[in-house]
């Protein structure tokens, strides 16, 4: 009867579009896990020849929010075009912690993983979200790269350490803000003319996500306001 009712447990979390990775024998399982991919798609135009504008914007929320990182971000609608990836992110290890512990990235870009501890201690990369990766154990000294091709939410994680674990946010451009502490302000510039989605990501999920249209014109700035309601 239990075997039943997980089954139906698990097709009714494949059905609403909630999946919880599981990953490979031996390597401890962090819970919850709730992930999420950010479909996109390419463009033949070059950022560095497109006329940009930017948005600048205000955030508001209907209720007191947590001094945690927010991400505004913008998907072109026609795809997102060739743009320079930024300079390869690099994560310490030392007394068993991921530094930095949040970053946001550009789909494209690598972040290289250091073991750099002072005593003899291995360790373990391995992902989940957007990034669905084992890259091994490593020992000290020893290090590790690999690209973020797919946009989207990415836990960190060890399995020879438990309670080591890290998130990343892919955006799938370089069109994106953070907000941080208790900001509320932001500005996009250098965005490529065009139609756009802007959309949010929060790193403690205390709102509903914000999506709305914008469009870019050259060497105008757009006003927007984002809503962030429970």
Avoid at 1 to 8: D, E, P, T
Avoid at 192 to 202: I, N
Wanted: glycine share 6%; hydrophobic share 45%; with cysteine.
């Amino acid at each position: 009867m239990n075997k039943i009712y997980c089954a139906a447990a698990l097709l009714l979390l494949v059905a609403s579009g909630i999946w919880v990775a599981i990953p490979a024998q031996g390597q401890v399982a962090p819970q919850p896990v709730y992930t999420r991919v950010i479909r996109t798609q390419q463009a033949d135009f070059s950022w560095d020849t497109a006329k940009k504008g930017s948005v600048k914007g205000t955030l508001k929320f209907s209720a007191k929010r947590a001094s945690a990182p927010v991400v505004i971000y913008l998907k072109r609608v026609d795809g997102e075009g060739k743009f320079t990836v930024p300079d390869m992110l690099e994560v310490s290890q030392k007394e068993a912690r991921f530094e930095p512990g949040f970053a946001v990235m550009v789909a494209g870009q690598k972040a290289k993983f250091l073991n750099d501890e002072k005593k003899e201690i291995s360790h373990n990369v391995y992902f989940l979200g957007a990034a669905e990766v084992d890259l091994g154990i490593f020992d000290q000294a020893q290090s590790v790269e690999h690209q973020f091709t797919a946009a989207g939410e990415v836990s960190v994680h060890c399995s020879i350490h438990k309670n080591m674990d890290a998130k990343y946010f892919i955006a799938p451009s370089p069109a994106f803000a953070l907000v941080e502490n208790d900001a509320t302000s932001f500005t996009i510039s250098g965005v490529p003319e065009g139609k756009y989605q802007l959309k949010t990501w929060q790193k403690q999920k205390r709102f509903k996500d914000a999506e709305m249209d914008v469009t870019v014109e050259a060497d105008k700035e757009a006003s927007v306001t984002v809503e962030m309601a429970r």
